[in-house]
């Protein structure tokens, strides 16, 4: 899976507010981990 494909499935996963706080903190942490490989730290 490519980096900018799994970006935008987790920005769509976090625009969708999911019921489970769970699921939600682990896209945030998927996001963070993707960042982190393509070397796009802030």
């Known amino acids: 899976m ?3 494909l799994c970006e ?3 920005m ?3 625009q ?3 019921s489970y ?3 939600l903190a682990k ?3 998927l996001l963070g981990d993707n960042f982190h490989s ?3 730290l802030f």
Do not use: A, C, F
Request: hydrophobic letters at 35%; zero cysteines; a positive charge.
């Open 21 to 23: 706080d769970y699921w």
């Open 2 to 4: 490519t980096t900018t």
């Open 27 to 29: 896209g945030i942490l």
């Open 16 to 18: 969708q507010k999911p």
């Open 38 to 40: 393509s070397k796009r």
């Open 12 to 14: 769509e996963l976090v």
């Open 8 to 10: 935008s499935l987790i």
